[in-house]
């Protein structure tokens, strides 16, 4: 039975990842900065990495969603955790980690962290 859905299953969110085009993950991030509407949150291009040992040393293109590093720790913390990376200052949300059906679950997340804007 686990060999069948192994092989009936589809592809694997690794291999989804892996496969992810770097327009359409800059197109996702920009989609979701849209949304948030806030003046220190943007979309930028960025280098992924894989993890786990799998491939050491292969950068991949990718995106992200990027903002004060000072959100790290509260949506590391969050109902919904959200795991980024800190670099100069900035937190780097990159969505090749992110299944393109969580981009709902990501905005709403740093929506709640973000708290009510003016």
């Given at each position: 039975a686990a060999?069948?859905?192994t092989l009936t299953a589809g592809p694997s969110?690794?291999?989804v990842a892996l496969d992810a085009d770097?327009?359409?993950l800059l197109a996702r991030a920009r989609k979701i900065v849209v949304a948030l509407d806030v003046e220190d949150v943007v979309a930028e291009t960025s280098q992924a990495r894989v993890g786990g040992g799998g491939a050491p040393g292969v950068v991949?293109?990718?995106a992200a969603v990027v903002l004060p590093s000072r959100f790290a720790?509260?949506?590391r913390r969050g109902e919904v955790p959200v795991i980024g990376h800190v670099h100069e200052g900035r937190l780097w949300l990159d969505l090749r980690t992110v299944a393109p059906g969580g981009d709902d679950a990501l905005l709403e997340a740093v929506r709640h962290v973000l708290g009510p804007r003016t």
């Open positions: 060999l069948e859905a969110p690794v291999a770097p327009v359409d991949l293109p990718s720790e509260p949506l």
